[in-house]
């Protein structure tokens, strides 16, 4: 539940600061008109991501057995790929996000293309979206009630929009430094878990060996199937039982990523 509010939350936000910082220059530079484009290309966006997110849920119902294994596993391959990308660019990019986005805005209006206002507003969407729905399909695979994750979701994107909107209006002092590096070390235990959970699915079709198939067992003291043990299975993949080359996955992942992220200096997010 958690793990899908965080998702929805960071990547909602990141699209909201987006288009809020895009509207946020059109309304500075008395260049209202541009709104349209800008709320055409968002609707846009959301519903090619819900397409999308339409297409991965239905054709995952359509595998079974070993092929549903191997479809789950490589999805999950994917989500932490992009999800690390993600983390990682937005980290890179935050120094000058702004300035680039005031641009691009600039040279769009120089040339009187509301198609160009249009189709910022929609790779912004889709970008978050189709990331959005990657990360929500993996975390599906081990979320215990459906209907709880939907709804936390829900409530993750609704706070996004919010958030956003009061940032827009200048009403908002949210600490976006702060925001960012402790979601971004959050996510990166949720991509670790997904990484451990990829290779499970692996194991089972012995397309990589799991070498040694339980390293430990701590069902006893954290069931997988306790509100506890689904919690944490759900926001950290929690594997009771884990096979060598899950556990060997999972810290080298983490080990690389959070000491990449946290100890090398990083750029000052904002303007």
Known sequence: MLGSFLITFREGLEAALIIGIILAYLAKTRNRQGFKPIWIGTALGALISLVAGGIIYFTAGEFQGSAEHIFEGTTMFIAVGVLTWMIFWMRKQAINIRAHLQTQIQLALTVGSSQALVVMALLAVV???????????AATRTAESPFTFTLAGLVGLLAAVLIGYAIYKGSSRFNLRAFFNITSGVLLLFA??????????FNEVSFIPPVIEHVWNTDGLISETSTFGRF???????????????????FIYLTVTLSSYFLIKKPRIGS
């Open 127 to 137: 970008r978050e979206g189709i990331e959005t729905v990657l990360f929500l399909f």
């Open 232 to 250: 944490l299975t759900a926001l950290f993949g929690y594997n009771a039982n884990p096979s060598l080359t899950e556990t060997i996955a999972y």
């Open 192 to 201: 670790a878990g997904l990484l451990a959970h990829g290779i499970h699915e």
